[in-house]
């Protein structure tokens, strides 16, 4: 038997057919982009996950349009990913994506989804994750089961949000999200500056509160 030639028509069938890249946890690396404690870290963040598909689930939908790419009609849309308070924004063209999004109940604003793409990098201000080749995979929560899905869930001091354009890094805790709900209004009256004060000052008090309450309650 002549194995030069089998091994031939092996080597040309693994080259025509490479393997899949490993498909990442999207909502992890939207968490990381936020945690991150630099401009370095972020970066290199960035470029490791740049061209490689990413799994997002639970976004939620924020602006929906109907649009025409290269000649094929899709659905642009602009979806928060809870995690990490960012946005992530793509446009859907394959037949069989537009299929289950228009499945009924037709998907709309304020519906979530479960999304793979590949990360093209950031949008302005850095605060948008860009997407490419987007396949929807199911219509989706709008948020993990507790206890069970995100670091946040299950422990309550983990970070949930970090703001990083201060004098120095804030990180919010699971447990103080609420805290996000000011942000507008904050961000409205003040600027930056404001959110930054207003959340260092609401951090240091309520660890201020904790801590005596564990001290009343005789734990370290």
Do not use: C
């Not at 809870?82 to 446009?91: A, I, R, W």
């Not at 069970?148 to 309550?156: A, C, D, F, G, R």
């Amino acid at each position: 038997m002549h194995r030069l030639p089998l091994l031939l028509a092996v080597l040309l069938l693994a080259a025509a057919n490479p393997l899949k890249a490993a498909t990442s946890n999207g909502n992890e690396f939207a968490l990381a982009l936020t945690e991150a404690k630099s401009a370095a870290g972020r970066t290199a963040l960035l470029q490791g996950a740049t061209g490689r598909p990413h799994f997002f689930r639970y976004l939620q939908i924020i602006e929906l349009e109907q649009v025409t790419n290269e000649g094929r009609a899709g659905w642009k849309i602009a979806a928060f990913e809870p995690s990490s308070y960012m946005d992530v924004h793509f446009t859907v063209t394959m037949p069989v994506s537009l299929s289950l999004l228009k499945s009924d109940p037709v998907t709309k604003i304020g519906d979530a989804i479960a999304v793979t793409g590949k990360v093209l990098g950031t949008g302005p201000g850095g605060n948008v994750i860009l997407l490419g080749e987007p396949i929807v995979r199911h219509k989706d929560r709008l948020s993990p089961q507790v206890g069970k899905e995100l670091l946040s869930e299950v422990n309550p001091g983990a970070t949930f949000y970090s703001y990083t354009e201060g004098p120095r890094p804030l990180k919010l805790e699971a447990r103080d999200r609420d805290l996000l709900a000011h942000r507008d209004r904050v961000m409205a009256a003040g600027g930056p500056k404001a959110w930054f004060e207003f959340l260092e000052a609401e951090i240091t008090k309520r660890k201020q509160q904790r801590a005596a309450a564990a001290k009343e309650n005789g734990r370290p």
